[in-house]
């Protein structure tokens, strides 16, 4: 079982191979092969941390607090935290129901998330419109009114419903539960985020 001690153990103890691994299982980015190699690492795995510890109503805990230091005082000059993937799920943490400020780390996060847009409107890792990185961006941040704002969001969202039907299964899947979050409202989202775990989930992408 997921607990706020069983994080603070596989943490402190650099056990983020473990800990990544327990993370993700259950979560829509599981079944996207070739994830890890952006999210096994100690940032991410400190957001995806944050985030677990926001859905157990935790985030008032001293390892919440530890967690979210990491990610603060990780961040790049140029306001990322790596690639768009790492950077989305960076600024997923930071938006969480458990913000209370952090302004200036996500705007810069989010600006950083628009300058790397491509002429579509998509993302990339390593090479030009790479539709699974845009895919998780959308999935994390698809559903924030400021992440709406400050990208080209409805030229990402046009550019996947243009080409879905010929994305790779592990691509579509990924969009298939990032659409969900796009077509929320922020007060779907939030109701949607009070009724949703990991334990409990049912296919459809976390809050």
């Not at 103890?13 to 599981?30: D, W």
């Not at 979210?68 to 306001?79: E, M």
């Not at 845009?134 to 709406?148: E, H, P, Y």
């Not at 334990?199 to 459809?204: D, E, P, Q, V």
Request: hydrophobic share 45%.
């Amino acid at each position: 079982m997921m607990t706020v001690r069983h994080i603070e153990r596989l943490f402190s103890n650099h056990q983020h191979p473990r800990l990544y691994r327990e993370l993700i299982a259950g979560r829509p980015e599981a079944t996207a092969p070739g994830l890890d190699a952006v999210l096994a690492r100690v940032v991410p795995i400190a957001a995806l941390g944050m985030i677990r510890l926001d859905e157990l109503s935790q985030a008032q805990t001293s390892m919440y607090r530890r967690l979210l230091n990491v990610v603060l005082t990780s961040q790049h000059p140029n306001g990322g935290w790596g690639d768009a993937m790492a950077t989305a799920i960076a600024l997923r943490a930071l938006l969480g129901n458990a913000s209370t400020g952090h302004g200036r780390s996500i705007d810069r996060g989010l600006a950083h998330l628009a300058a790397l847009q491509d002429e579509h409107g998509t993302w990339h890792r390593t090479w030009h419109g790479d539709p699974l990185a845009s895919a998780f961006v959308l999935l994390q941040l698809g559903d924030r009114s400021a992440f709406r704002h400050a990208v080209r969001f409805n030229d990402a969202v046009a550019w996947f419903n243009a080409h879905a039907p010929h994305l790779e299964n592990p691509t579509k899947r990924l969009w298939m539960h990032a659409s969900v979050r796009c077509r929320m409202t922020p007060a779907e989202r939030d109701g949607f985020a009070t009724l949703w775990t990991p334990a409990r989930a049912t296919g459809r992408p976390a809050a």
